[in-house]
């Protein structure tokens, strides 16, 4: 069963936007992760966070934390056409042994 | 470094053929994963490794087995293909467990 749950399903903005994506999830965890999948291809990894941070940067992306909620956002700013993908969370409930549960995906478009 | 590498990139099979889905990887990695991927439905995870000898099943893991021989090599065996096993399977090998690298996927259809 999915962990984590994206919100919204789909997104489409002009370049130049800032783009806000979300992930709620259900149990405690260790870390969250944010991948980008482009059309037919694999996942990349985009930033984690651990449980004892609230938030963090990376680039035009800040991402952060809110474990009394079980919720995450993940905000792209100055959006590009190239950010047009499909956003994934990720939870590490277990702490160990690379076992990741990701969500359903964000399918973000973005106009130029 | 080529980094994850999987093969083939498509593959065709009728209902009730076996068939070996190939990962590698060229980073010393010891985690590696299975994971596929079905519209609206996410990654699930199908079977994981932390190391050469270990495996451990994830969240679907029936009709698929894996070895795990050496560090480089993680292959998945279909046993006896379903058109449920019809997906994209995404291979992915971690140094610490937490980020993953992920290859280009494989895509299967079972007829």
């Known amino acids: 069963s999915q962990q984590g749950e994206e919100d919204p399903q789909a997104l489409s903005i002009q370049e130049g936007e800032n783009a806000t994506m979300n992930c709620s999830y259900k149990t405690s965890i260790n870390n969250l992760q944010w991948y980008r999948q482009n059309s037919g291809r694999g996942l990349v990894h985009l930033i984690l966070?651990?449980?004892?941070?609230r938030e963090k940067h990376s680039g035009r992306l800040r991402v952060t934390l809110d474990t009394s909620k079980k919720s995450s956002s993940l905000l792209i700013t100055a959006s590009r056409a190239a950010d047009t993908a499909s956003y994934f969370c990720a939870t590490d409930a277990s702490g160990a042994n690379s076992k990741l549960t990701f969500g359903k995906g964000i399918t973000l478009s973005v106009r130029p | 470094n080529a980094g994850v590498t999987q093969t083939p990139k498509f593959q065709v099979l009728k209902t009730g053929q076996s068939m070996t889905l190939q990962c590698a990887q060229d980073?010393?990695?010891?985690?590696m994963s299975w994971y596929r991927q079905d519209p609206g439905m996410g990654l699930r995870l199908i079977h994981y490794s932390v190391g050469a000898g270990i495996t451990d099943q994830g969240e679907v893991p029936n009709g698929y087995n894996v070895s795990r021989s050496t560090t480089e090599d993680f292959p998945l065996r279909l046993l006896s293909a379903a058109p449920s096993q019809t997906s994209v399977y995404f291979c992915?090998?971690?140094?610490?467990?937490?980020?993953?690298?992920f290859g280009p996927g494989t895509r299967l259809t079972v007829t």
């Open positions: 992915a090998s971690s140094y610490s467990g937490a980020e993953q690298y």
């Open positions: 966070i651990r449980s004892n941070e």
């Open positions: 980073m010393n990695h010891e985690y």
